[in-house]
């Protein structure tokens, strides 16, 4: 039974999965899903969760998130919106997510988590709330559930 | 920026025209070589965006207030004055079309400066009122916020939080006493945070001494941008007084090109006297590192890897070699576009045009320069050394259904460190 309390073996765990196990990120995109308004994602999210998804499947989703990441990307001396760039960031998770093996330098699952704690850090960024903290425990719950499963 | 009028923008090119300038005026051949080393124009063919020809208001200033037939010709009515609506007119081709990148500089047989001339009239453009919008908020938001993005403290005390738990290291803030100073620019906060956990990874690596400042963090600097030198002048100096509160020796300008450009280059002219400390680039430092043996890394990219050079880091910043002898530590197959270096292409959004919306469909057209050099050498991925350069490069290739990554060179170094001991690593 395992029980992930601390981000080193978060880590440690998600590096142990295999190319394709690592697509568990799909569940980290889909905790903060709501944070993105871009539906091209939703649809991204359920590819990646897809074990059987073909490579044709992933280079299409792969191309949706990109397009996603860049549409909601914060303008060059544009005000600042947090709430938007949370989007962005839901959008990063998921290019991460279905990124072609080896081209995540530091690991697919483990850039869409970070990318998925930086929304909530986004939607927060203002306030003195630790969203990203909450995020942080639900994922070790969501890879404890995965990895039990 | 506050009262602008046409009086004032005609005084304002008054004064910028100096010595140089005149000269330049006066020695122009008329040859349109600056035409075919504009990608505005070579992607339009447009003959309005000759480099020359954008500064036409700024020559009849020159010509009517400063030559001798010029002051006849403007007595006796023969030559009228430039108008409010000349100068709406030509608010497009000074600021959407131009990205201050300086190739025509560059090729220009007589050695006109022309991005000089171009950066000068946008002074008297902007005390006009004749300044975009875009660009005006912009500059705004960085006097008042100390951010063009309106990216405040608390904003990169979250990212800062973020990414110390990401790492599992301490960002230095405020540390005084500390070598480096480093600036960060509002793109890189918001859009590609990694670049601060990035930097960490490697200064702890080599054993550099760092510091971010709660107080001046924003490197960018639109008065250089919309052509307000005071406003300039103001944003250097709140950099130049906490790096000398902080007693650091060195300020490190980030991956961008025009907050380069600004504080190695203008900030010491803008504010008047010499700076009490250096100023490098990350790239340059990283190269300095690297020359010591204090950069470590292993393994290397296999992609087809190629380098955009920003233009204000490379053609106007000097900074050519550094990035190659960095990217030969990790790129296994790197590759050079046509025309590269210092006659690199501009990606189509410098110099404030990015920040600019009605211009969104000119800067993509610009942006076809760029594919044809990417069309050349088909690259798996691209690094460069610049936010901003890198979200033009992302849309553009998006725009042209090109799937290329873009990378961050300094993020490519970071991910290829040799790795530290686990159990240096800290439990969250």
């Known amino acids: 039974?395992?029980?992930?309390?601390?981000?080193?073996?978060?880590?440690?765990?998600?590096?142990?999965?295999?190319?394709?196990?690592?697509?568990?990120?799909?569940?980290?995109?889909?905790h903060v899903l709501d944070l993105c308004d871009d539906e091209r994602i939703g649809r991204v999210a359920k590819v990646a969760a897809n074990p059987n998804a073909s490579a044709d499947e992933l280079a299409t989703a792969l191309h949706s998130a990109r397009a996603a990441a860049i549409d909601s990307h914060a303008r060059c001396g544009a005000d600042s919106d947090w709430k938007e760039q949370a989007g962005y960031f839901v959008a990063r998770a998921a290019t991460a997510a279905v990124s072609p093996e080896g081209q995540v330098a530091a690991g697919p699952a483990w850039q869409a988590a970070m990318s998925s704690r930086m929304a909530q850090t986004s939607m927060a960024i203002e306030t003195p709330e630790d969203t990203a903290g909450q995020e942080r425990l639900a994922q070790y719950r969501i890879l404890s559930e995965f990895l039990n499963a | 920026m506050s009262g602008a009028t046409l009086g004032r923008g005609i005084n304002a090119f008054k004064e910028v025209i100096d010595a140089p300038t005149a000269a330049f005026f006066n020695s122009c051949v008329h040859c349109?070589?600056?035409?075919?080393?504009?990608?505005?124009?070579?992607?339009?063919?447009?003959?309005?965006?000759?480099?020359?020809?954008?500064l036409e208001p700024l020559r009849k200033t020159w010509w009517q207030e400063y030559t001798f037939l010029g002051r006849i010709s403007k007595a006796l009515g023969l030559s009228k004055p430039v108008t409010d609506e000349e100068l709406t007119q030509w608010e497009t081709l000074v600021y959407d079309s131009c990205t201050l990148c300086g190739?025509?500089?560059?090729?220009?047989?007589?050695?006109?400066?022309?991005?000089?001339?171009?950066?000068?009239?946008?002074?008297?453009?902007?005390?006009?009122?004749?300044?975009?919008?875009?660009?005006?908020?912009?500059?705004?938001?960085?006097?008042?916020?100390?951010?063009?993005m309106g990216v405040k403290l608390p904003a990169l005390q979250a990212q800062i939080r973020h990414t110390e738990e990401e790492i599992g290291m301490t960002i230095p803030v405020d540390v005084e006493g500390a070598d480096y100073l480093c600036t960060l620019s509002s793109m890189e906060i918001m859009n590609f945070p990694e670049f601060i956990g990035a930097i960490a990874k490697i200064f702890k690596q080599a054993g550099v001494s760092w510091t971010l400042s709660s107080e001046a963090f924003e490197a960018t600097n639109s008065g250089i941008q919309i052509g307000v030198s005071e406003i300039a002048a103001e944003l250097v100096e709140r950099i130049v007084t906490v790096a000398e509160k902080l007693k650091v020796k060195a300020v490190i300008s980030p991956e961008c090109g025009h907050a380069y450009m600004a504080i190695r280059w203008e900030g010491p002219n803008l504010i008047g006297r010499p700076y009490s400390f250096k100023v490098v680039h990350i790239l340059e430092l990283l190269d300095d590192l690297r020359k010591q043996g204090r950069l470590k890394t292993s393994g290397k990219?296999?992609?087809?890897?190629?380098?955009?050079?920003?233009?204000?880091?490379?053609?106007?910043?000097?900074?050519?070699?550094?990035?190659?002898?960095?990217?030969?530590?990790v790129a296994e197959n790197?590759?050079?576009?046509?025309?590269?270096?210092?006659?690199?292409?501009?990606?189509?959004?410098?110099?404030?045009?990015?920040?600019?919306?009605?211009?969104?469909?000119?800067?993509?057209?610009?942006?076809?320069?760029?594919?044809?050099?990417f069309d050349a050498i088909q690259p798996d991925a691209l690094v460069s050394a610049c936010a901003n350069c890198r979200i033009q490069l992302e849309e553009g290739l998006e725009e042209n259904y090109m799937d290329i990554p873009v990378?961050?060179?300094?993020?490519?170094?970071?991910?290829?460190l040799v790795a530290e001991p686990q159990s240096e690593a800290r439990q969250t």
């Open chain 2, 407 to 416: 990378l961050s060179l300094t993020e490519t170094i970071a991910e290829h």
């Open chain 2, 301 to 329: 990219e296999t992609q087809r890897l190629t380098y955009h050079d920003p233009c204000q880091i490379a053609r106007r910043g000097g900074v050519v070699e550094q990035p190659r002898n960095l990217l030969k530590m």
């Open chain 2, 32 to 54: 349109g070589m600056c035409a075919e080393s504009c990608l505005f124009f070579t992607e339009t063919r447009d003959p309005k965006y000759t480099p020359v020809h954008k």
């Open chain 2, 334 to 373: 790197f590759v050079e576009m046509p025309d590269t270096g210092t006659m690199n292409w501009c990606c189509g959004a410098g110099g404030g045009v990015s920040a600019i919306e009605r211009a969104d469909e000119v800067k993509m057209k610009a942006f076809k320069r760029k594919k044809a050099q």
């Open chain 1, 1 to 30: 039974m395992t029980a992930i309390t601390n981000d080193t073996e978060f880590r440690r765990q998600l590096e142990g999965l295999d190319y394709a196990r690592q697509r568990a990120a799909a569940r980290f995109i889909e």
């Open chain 2, 103 to 148: 190739r025509c500089s560059m090729v220009c047989p007589v050695g006109n400066d022309l991005t000089y001339m171009i950066r000068n009239m946008r002074e008297g453009m902007a005390a006009s009122g004749h300044a975009p919008e875009g660009l005006i908020g912009a500059t705004k938001r960085a006097v008042t916020i100390g951010s063009p």
